[in-house]
């Protein structure tokens, strides 16, 4: 079984803040991927980033950072001085390379509100 | 962006008629996913395919049916709509050698 947990239901900041998003998740595979992904106030499920359970490296792009942590099984998501176009749901997600199906499990999301 | 467009946008619908809703991709992935969206749920799986003709339940199946005839089809059925229905449904598609889906406009559905 497989179970993304986001803990944050809603976060509120103000404007040049820096956030960081909270995602845990659990699985017995050794292989998967994790993902983010951002939903803004038009409703769109727009992708962020994958991760593979081998590869570790945080990973930066630029005012969005990733932090993976096998070893406390979470994968969070720094925004970086915050933006009013940040203000999203952001949900992560987890699929196991079983099979092949590779079928996301989704976290609950994180409302994010960004406040100038 | 992926070529991935969901009919209607928005529907309401009253109470035991049946709906269907359509999902048309145009980069001939393989994976296409149904999923529904409710508050404090986040996305959860209904049903998906992995060919045509090839599909499977997911975890909130019940009162859903799914057909894929051709590989550019997935569509989604409520045989007899209930209040519970009322979602907003997003389809997902995903190519053999990706990992990670991409996302439908979603569709707005109404049971009144």
């Known amino acids: 079984a497989q179970k993304v947990t986001q803990a944050q239901t809603e976060i509120s900041v103000v404007e040049k803040e820096d956030v960081t998003l909270d995602c845990v998740y659990e699985t017995r595979d050794t292989t998967y991927y994790l993902f983010w992904y951002k939903q803004p106030p038009s409703g769109e499920l727009v992708f962020l980033i994958r991760r593979n359970s081998f590869d570790e490296q945080n990973e930066i792009s630029g005012r969005y950072s990733w932090n993976f942590q096998k070893s406390t099984s979470s994968f969070n998501f720094t925004i970086t001085a915050s933006q009013v176009v940040d203000s999203a749901v952001y949900f992560c997600a987890l699929s196991l390379s079983s099979g092949g199906s590779y079928i996301p499990t989704f976290g609950r999301g994180t409302s994010l509100i960004v406040h100038p | 962006d992926a070529g991935i467009t969901q009919s209607p946008r928005h529907k309401v619908t009253e109470t035991g008629t049946p709906v269907t809703l359509r999902c048309h991709q145009t980069?001939?992935?393989?994976?296409m996913y149904w999923y529904r969206q409710d508050p404090g749920h986040g996305l959860r799986l209904i049903h998906y395919s992995y060919g045509v003709k090839d599909t499977d339940k997911g975890e909130v199946s019940d009162g859903y049916s799914v057909s894929r005839s051709k590989t550019e089809d997935f569509l989604l059925t409520l045989e007899s709509a209930t209040s519970s229905q009322t979602s907003v449904y997003f389809c997902?598609?995903?190519?053999?050698?990706?990992?990670?889906?991409?996302f439908g406009q979603g569709t707005r559905l109404t049971v009144v």
């Open positions: 980069e001939n992935h393989r994976y």
């Open positions: 997902a598609i995903r190519g053999l050698m990706n990992t990670e889906a991409f």
